[in-house]
């Protein structure tokens, strides 16, 4: 049949994985909710813009299902 893989290469390429994953999840979240990075991210904006949106939520008719529903979503300028 071949060359097997042991249980113990497995396990510990599933450590090392679940444990790359932890850390880069941190690493991301963290450079995230960093102020350094939002007050960058605010400096290199070139123009601001104002405006509203307004959003309706509309009963569906009595042939429509009541599982559903309507969304209307209206941006103005």
Not at 15 to 22: E, G, K, N, R
Request: charged fraction near 15%.
């Amino acid at each position: 049949m071949g060359h097997d893989v042991s249980k113990i290469t497995i396990l510990v390429l599933l450590v090392l994985t679940i444990l790359v994953s932890v850390l880069g999840t941190l690493t991301v979240m963290n450079s995230l909710s960093s102020p350094v990075a939002s007050a960058r991210q605010a400096s290199e904006a070139t123009e601001t813009a104002g405006g509203y949106v307004t959003i309706d939520i509309v009963r569906p008719e009595s042939k429509v299902s009541e599982a559903t529903g309507h969304v209307t979503l209206d941006i103005v300028n």
